[in-house]
């Protein structure tokens, strides 16, 4: 073995508690970036089975899908690993320059000196990464279990809402998961390791051997504020305070790495748990309003294309329902327990209209355009609804059976808030209706329903401007609401209802037949976004705390060796009347003051990163954003109870220490 290796080898053995972490934080590490590259081979392998060799016709996108978030995911680890590496053995270096000074007094050259530091990521390397590799793929194992099981229940769920599906990922051992894994981890390593001894080479024998550059020191006399802000420190914590406050300047690199961790975990933790807030508001938006506990519809295909004649897109309709064949479902479906069934249909892309700006208030001429004009194209929603409720809501607008009622509500949302409004005025007392083919027809609004005069079924997200109730009309889809006794064999008598009315070959596809019939809880759509939210953010999460744990190593191994590695400091402080609870008040200031720049720089960020997260969601969905207060305080609390943790811990070996052989040995070694 070289001599450079062996110097290496007895370093890691006499620093065991730097080695220590520097083989946790390259463990772990790994072991993310082995979860990711695991992820990567079983997800191809579920695309592979479910879609071809080739994904299909949209190969590319499915495969972006994939490699997209596997490489922003595995740039993360590397940043922070890098950061994490790189200062343990920025550490280590700067701790044992004297001893390269020697070294190069006695001939050694500086890529010598460079060798020792690279062997030691070699060394570490060598026992890090395959435990890291085992580690990642029991963790992968256990990720994907409990990604099946959620998939489990999605399918299911799925299941009564769609065809048949069965999304299954299968644990897949891959050997060029393994290897890209393994490779990345040890460049990082050997990346980690080359700056701060390249820097190490740099030095000159004598710099060395005096240590100079370990520590930078202000020659500037420091100005009114600072003398304020030390006063002011004086005044609060006394000397302890001050000598913190010092400690921490003087050894600004020495800390910079930890605040650096620190500040990236709590960005990461703040901006996690307010996607969580954010994700639990879109849910409860998803939410149906309806009393009714069943729902089942049908649904048809559609192709759009543009009309040739006019040059509009237009929307195609394969298998579009008559609403008298609603109406017959709905009866049939009525006659399960004698409960009443309320049937709707819509069609939301076959009409628009062009309305004069007289007839629609100003309040919606400002939903419609953000400029003031003479006409405004609106698209026309159709809602038949089913003889029944019909009737009941022409009685409840004061016109015959047959009438076309307008509903005079407008729902809309408002940078993150529902807002509702009145869109039309009384004179409006028609409507053309217009395809994109050029035909249109005009209808007369017979009557009018304001928002409390409309049922709760009629409320529901994503409706056109202008929706009309009429009697008869031929749709893309017609929902059935229920509310039965038993709710799983109405669910199975409805299936019946809808196979009878709808004939379909149960092992084509939806696309095949040119429709889809459904019945299913009405909470279950909600269910289904709640379980795809709740797997992805247990990943995220899953992620995220073990990105964390990297950062905090280097935290804990850092705070720890800071506290070991100045005892003679410490000593010469007791000499001159310190006393053991002064030290601790002084390292418990030292770990406030380090984990208060974290967050003043870390909470900022990651409330910042929360709200530009919150502008493409409230710009969709009426989800306001809401000031992540609750991981704001988890995330403090934690931070500054890890840095005083530490800190306690570390001091604790020092309780025991001989002042006079702690200053003698400490300077004479």
């Known amino acids: 073995m070289k001599i450079t290796a062996k110097l290496a080898y007895s370093q890691l053995k006499i620093n065991r508690l730097r080695t220590a972490g520097a083989l946790a934080a390259i463990a772990l590490s790994t072991a993310l970036m082995t979860v990711v ?112 099981g959620f998939l489990g229940e999605l399918n299911a769920l799925a299941d009564m809402m769609v065809n048949k599906i069965n999304l299954s990922v299968s644990f897949v051992v891959s050997w060029q998961a393994l290897l890209v894994a393994a490779l990345i981890c040890f460049f990082t390593v050997l990346f980690s390791a080359w700056r701060p001894g390249r820097k190490a080479a740099k030095a000159s024998a004598v710099d060395s051997v005096r240590g100079a550059g370990t520590i930078t020191i202000r020659k500037t006399k420091p100005g009114k504020r600072e003398r304020g802000i030390g006063q002011l420190t004086q005044k609060l914590f006394g000397c302890e305070g001050v000598l913190a406050s010092k400690t921490i300047q003087r050894n600004r690199r020495s800390f910079r790495a930890t605040v650096v961790a620190l500040a990236t975990g709590v960005v990461l933790f703040v901006a996690l748990g307010s996607l969580s807030q954010q994700a639990n508001a879109l849910e409860c938006y998803m939410q149906p309003t309806v009393e009714e506990t069943v729902i089942a519809d049908y649904s048809s295909a559609r192709i759009t294309r543009t009309n040739e004649k006019t040059g509009r897109v237009e929307s195609v309709y394969r298998c579009p329902l008559d609403s008298d064949v609603g109406n017959t479902v709905a009866e049939k479906l009525s006659a399960y327990d004698g409960k009443s069934v309320y049937g709707l249909g819509l069609d939301l892309e076959t009409y628009y209209t062009v309305l004069p700006a007289e007839v629609i208030t100003g309040e919606m001429q400002g939903v419609l355009a953000d400029t003031p004009q003479a006409n405004y194209e609106i698209p026309v929603e159709i809602i038949p609804v089913d003889a029944y409720h019909y009737k009941a809501l022409c009685e409840k607008a004061g016109v015959a059976v047959g009438s076309t009622i307008l509903l005079n509500h407008y729902r809309y949302n408002d940078n993150g808030s529902e807002v509702d409004v009145t869109p039309y005025l009384p004179t409006l007392r028609s409507v053309t209706l217009k395809k994109a083919d050029g035909s249109e027809k005009t209808w007369t609004i017979d009557g009018v329903l304001t928002q409390a005069e409309m049922p709760q079924e009629l409320f529901y997200f994503n409706t056109n401007p202008i929706r009309l109730v009429v009697q008869q009309a031929e749709v893309r889809g017609y929902s059935w609401y229920a509310t039965p006794d038993d709710e799983a064999a109405f669910i199975a008598y409805a299936n019946t209802v809808l196979a009878e009315a709808f004939s379909a070959d149960a092992t084509t596809s939806y696309q095949e037949d040119g429709f889809s019939t459904r019945a299913y809880k009405t909470n279950d759509y909600a ?127 020092l309780r025991n220490q001989n002042i006079i052989e702690t200053i003698r040995t400490q300077s004479g070694r």
């Open 37 to 148: 590259c695991s992820f990567v081979a079983s997800g191809n392998a579920m695309a592979v089975q479910l879609l071809g060799a080739d994904y299909g016709n949209y190969g590319n996108a499915y495969k972006g899908l994939l490699l997209l978030p596997a490489i922003f995911f595995g740039l993360m680890i590397v940043i922070m690993s890098v950061v994490v590496i790189s200062n343990v053995f920025r550490v280590s270096a700067e701790e044992r320059m004297a001893q390269f000074g020697i070294l190069k007094c006695v001939g050694a050259t500086g890529a010598q000196i460079s060798s020792v530091v690279l062997y030691e990521s070699v060394f570490l390397s060598a026992v890090g990464i395959p435990v890291g590799l085992v580690l990642g793929l029991g963790l992968a194992f256990v990720g994907i279990r409990v990604t099946n």
């Open 527 to 653: 269910k289904v976004m709640n379980i795809a939210n709740v797997l992805v953010l247990v990943f995220m999460y899953s992620f995220v705390v073990l990105l964390m744990l990297i950062g905090f190593t280097n935290v804990v191994s850092t705070m720890f060796t800071n506290v070991v590695m100045r005892a003679r400091e410490f000593a010469v402080l007791q000499s001159v009347g310190m006393t053991q609870e002064g030290l601790r008040r002084m390292l418990a200031l030292e770990s406030i003051l380090c984990s208060l720049k974290a967050l003043a720089v870390g909470l900022p960020v990651g409330v910042a990163i929360t709200y530009l997260i919150n502008l493409p969601i409230r710009q969709m969905f009426p989800v306001p954003y809401a000031f992540p207060w609750l991981w704001v305080l988890l995330c403090t609390v934690g931070v500054l109870g890890i840095t005083w943790g530490t800190t306690r811990c570390a001091t604790h070996t």
